[in-house]
């Protein structure tokens, strides 16, 4: 009986040292990105050398593009949107220009943002002629009373803001009508013709202690009847809370929306922080046993991969990539590849495409 509390102390000091100790403190100054642009069936055979390079490329521009506005003291709803905007701009990911093709031949993009500091938050879903839509979806956040605008009326709203609108076929691509003609012809599904969840994101801790989130996607190809996944979800697709974490999604979105992957996450964690509060209350520990005792990113780590297994049950593919307050920057996808990185204060600077980086 003594073994067994033994070891329940021993898991309630874990959890201490990942949000209760100094271990864990907030660093002044400390900053952190996480971007992705899309998870799903990615495999080395799959890419050209020098279409995996060029993929490099662009996820390194758009993470530099996050970590500059963070280096420079910027807020973290900038950094958010320094990245994604050029991810929506770049064709090579299905966001903005690039966005795969509805089923009548046309495309609907969605989008949204979240501020950690008092949880509020944007999105907008089905829109046609927003060249940008992760604007219009802040754009929903910071001048409107809603959090969520959708087809028209959002387009109407993004336009008195001032925002770029542009045709239609802006967003067309060769490469992505050719996934449509495909899955017609050959009566195939998205998931036979997409070989990854192209939807763009990212999670941002600033030097202020803030965390943001935000995606972007086109969707899937061919759906139809204006179907809507979890990208423009608040607590699907985006999630941010300074108590626990902020999530960006990508994937089959009907899953992420009936698991509420990004809200689970950070819920989950957040009961974390809040039990190691009251284990303070009842016992102290010094940092060193803490330290000894507990790999908190290893923890974070299987909290974020918890959730994605529960996804992976029921039957949905995809990823998802988190930052914490205390600067942890992770991925987390049940798929055989993930367009990512991840920069921070501490001169981390990577980026990754296959499961096996």
């Given at each position: 009986?003594?073994?067994?509390?033994?070891?329940?102390?021993?898991?309630?000091?874990?959890?201490?040292?990942?949000?209760?100790?100094?271990?864990?403190?907030?660093?002044?100054?400390?900053?952190?990105?996480a971007?992705?642009?899309?998870?799903?069936?990615?495999?080395?055979?799959?890419?050209?050398?020098?279409?995996?390079?060029?993929?490099?490329?662009?996820?390194?521009?758009?993470?530099?593009?996050?970590?500059?506005?963070?280096?420079?003291?910027?807020?973290a709803l900038?950094?958010?949107?320094?990245?994604?905007?050029?991810?929506?701009?770049?064709?090579?990911?299905?966001?903005?220009?690039?966005?795969?093709?509805?089923?009548?031949?046309?495309?609907?993009?969605?989008?949204?943002i979240?501020?950690g500091?008092?949880?509020?938050?944007?999105?907008?879903?089905?829109?046609?002629?927003?060249?940008?839509?992760?604007?219009?979806?802040?754009?929903?956040?910071?001048?409107?009373?809603?959090?969520?605008?959708?087809?028209?009326?959002?387009?109407?709203?993004?336009?008195?803001?001032?925002?770029?609108?542009?045709?239609?076929?802006y967003?067309?691509?060769?490469?992505?009508?050719?996934?449509?003609?495909?899955?017609?012809?050959?009566?195939?599904?998205?998931?036979?013709?997409?070989?990854?969840?192209?939807?763009?994101?990212?999670?941002?801790?600033?030097?202020?202690?803030?965390?943001?989130?935000?995606?972007?996607?086109?969707?899937?190809?061919?759906?139809?009847?204006?179907?809507?996944?979890?990208?423009?979800v608040?607590?699907?697709?985006?999630?941010?809370?300074?108590?626990?974490?902020?999530?960006?999604?990508?994937?089959?979105?009907?899953?992420?929306?009936?698991?509420?992957?990004?809200?689970?996450?950070?819920?989950?964690?957040?009961?974390?922080?809040?039990?190691?509060?009251?284990?303070?209350?009842?016992?102290k520990?010094?940092?060193?046993v803490?330290?000894?005792?507990?790999?908190?990113?290893r923890?974070?780590?299987?909290?974020?991969?918890?959730?994605?297994?529960?996804?992976?049950?029921?039957?949905?593919?995809?990823?998802?990539?988190?930052?914490?307050?205390?600067?942890?920057?992770?991925?987390?996808?049940?798929?055989?590849?993930?367009?990512?990185?991840?920069?921070?204060?501490?001169?981390?600077?990577?980026?990754?495409?296959?499961?096996?980086?």
């Amino acid at each position: 009986m003594r073994g067994f509390f033994a070891k329940i102390a021993c898991g309630q000091a874990a959890i201490l040292a990942l949000w209760g100790s100094p271990l864990a403190a907030q660093e002044e100054g400390k900053w952190a990105i996480a971007i992705h642009g899309g998870a799903g069936t990615i495999a080395r055979e799959n890419l050209t050398l020098e279409q995996e390079a060029e993929l490099r490329e662009s996820l390194q521009a758009a993470l530099d593009a996050g970590a500059k506005v963070l280096a420079n003291g910027g807020e973290a709803l900038d950094a958010v949107e320094a990245a994604i905007l050029l991810l929506e701009d770049d064709p090579r990911f299905n966001a903005g220009r690039g966005a795969v093709f509805t089923w009548d031949e046309t495309h609907e993009l969605d989008a949204s943002i979240m501020d950690g500091r008092d949880r509020n938050a944007g999105a907008v879903a089905g829109v046609t002629n927003v060249r940008n839509p992760i604007l219009a979806a802040r754009a929903v956040m910071t001048e409107s009373p809603h959090v969520m605008l959708a087809g028209e009326g959002a387009e109407i709203f993004a336009a008195e803001q001032g925002l770029e609108i542009v045709p239609n076929e802006y967003f067309d691509t060769d490469f992505r009508r050719e996934a449509l003609e495909r899955l017609k012809a050959e009566q195939v599904s998205a998931l036979d013709v997409d070989i990854k969840f192209g939807t763009v994101g990212a999670v941002v801790l600033d030097r202020h202690g803030n965390l943001a989130a935000g995606t972007s996607t086109g969707g899937m190809t061919g759906k139809r009847w204006n179907r809507i996944g979890d990208s423009p979800v608040i607590g699907a697709g985006t999630y941010a809370d300074n108590r626990s974490c902020a999530v960006s999604a990508t994937g089959w979105g009907e899953y992420f929306i009936r698991v509420g992957v990004a809200h689970e996450i950070c819920t989950r964690l957040r009961g974390q922080k809040e039990l190691s509060a009251s284990f303070r209350e009842m016992q102290k520990m010094p940092q060193a046993v803490a330290e000894a005792l507990f790999d908190g990113e290893r923890a974070l780590q299987k909290t974020a991969d918890d959730v994605m297994a529960e996804v992976k049950q029921l039957g949905g593919d995809g990823g998802v990539i988190l930052v914490t307050p205390d600067g942890h920057a992770l991925f987390s996808f049940n798929t055989s590849g993930m367009y990512r990185g991840r920069a921070s204060s501490e001169g981390m600077s990577e980026v990754a495409i296959y499961g096996d980086e």
